[in-house]
């Protein structure tokens, strides 16, 4: 299994980032994929969900109507949309599937000015 996640940079308040994640290893489109995030001294934060088919997105409330998961089971990726960024977005984010143990070496998003 390996998951690969890239686009994460530095951002000014405001702005916005696609994160993506390629997934290989496993049959991506049997799985329930995540972003989670996390920062320094906190637990890791599950971010977003979204189902095998894509039909159904769940968010964690500090970002309902900011971000938005979407993914492409023809090309094993799994995205995050993030607008409207604040310096509470600031964290390392990981993509995961749902069950599977396995983590990528994550992507670090830095909102500031």
């Known amino acids: 299994v390996q998951l690969v996640e890239s686009g994460g940079g530095l951002v000014q308040p405001g702005g916005s980032l696609r994160l993506s994640c390629a997934a290989s290893?496993?049959?991506?489109?049997?799985?329930?994929m995540r972003w989670y995030r996390k920062v320094p001294e906190k637990e890791r934060e599950l971010v977003a969900s979204?189902?095998?088919?894509?039909?159904?997105?769940n968010y964690a409330d500090s970002v309902k109507g900011r971000f938005t998961i979407s993914r492409d089971n023809a090309k094993n990726t799994v995205y995050l949309q993030m607008n409207s960024l604040k310096p509470e977005d600031t964290a390392v984010y990981y993509c995961?599937?749902?069950?599977?143990?396995?983590w990528g070496q994550g992507t670090q998003v830095i909102v500031s000015s």
């Open positions: 979204i189902a095998r088919g894509g039909g159904d997105t």
């Open positions: 290893g496993f049959t991506f489109s049997s799985y329930v």
């Open positions: 995961k599937a749902q069950f599977l143990g396995y």
